[in-house]
């Protein structure tokens, strides 16, 4: 077994125990850590992928924003404190028969697959970042500014109804 084997297996391991904490608690400030080195498991994957563009994304966009927000938003909200997440049974027989089936198709799928080929010598393999910065700066341009005006109106959007006051009620004194 060699150091990539044993490196991919533990991010495996760090994201599968991670993600199954993070259904399984009931507080959620131990879900959204959980949650967290679940995504940093992912992130560790696609770098070993070569996928370095995906890897920095999922830690920029995922750990850097999402679950920061969501953190802050748990930790800041004073009405929810020790907020305990409740499941009923009858979700529960469902959702373990679904697990159940896409578990053994997985492991079916690992199991008939042919996962080595020693025929195949390695090619060398360019970084992502590098090719998807020439299609978005050449081939896409135009979609891809639009994407973003889109997206900045929709923030702006989002700003401007968040802090449309409502209309205060009086009360006359008597």
Do not use: H
Not at 36 to 42: D, L, P, Y
Not at 47 to 75: K, S, W
Not at 99 to 122: D, E
């Amino acid at each position: 077994m060699s150091l990539f084997d044993i490196v991919f297996y533990g991010f495996a391991l760090l994201t599968v125990v991670s993600a199954f904490i993070t259904v399984t608690t009931r507080n959620i400030m131990y879900a959204s850590f959980a949650l967290m080195f679940a995504f940093f498991g992912v992130a560790g994957i696609y770098v070993l992928l070569n996928a370095d563009f995906l890897a920095v994304t999922q830690i920029l966009v995922y750990v850097g924003g999402i679950l920061v927000l969501l953190v802050f938003g748990v930790m800041l909200t004073n009405k929810m404190t020790k907020v305990d997440i409740k499941t009923s049974v009858m979700s529960t027989l469902p959702s373990s028969i679904i697990v159940a089936a896409l578990l053994g198709t997985m492991l079916g799928l690992f199991w008939s697959t042919q996962w080595f080929n020693n025929g195949i010598q390695k090619q060398q393999i360019d970084t992502t970042a590098k090719t998807l910065g020439q299609l978005l700066l050449t081939d896409f341009l135009l979609p891809f500014e639009i994407s973003s005006v889109v997206l900045l109106v929709a923030i702006v959007g989002a700003a401007l109804i968040a802090r449309k006051e409502k209309p205060a009620e009086t009360t006359e004194s008597q």
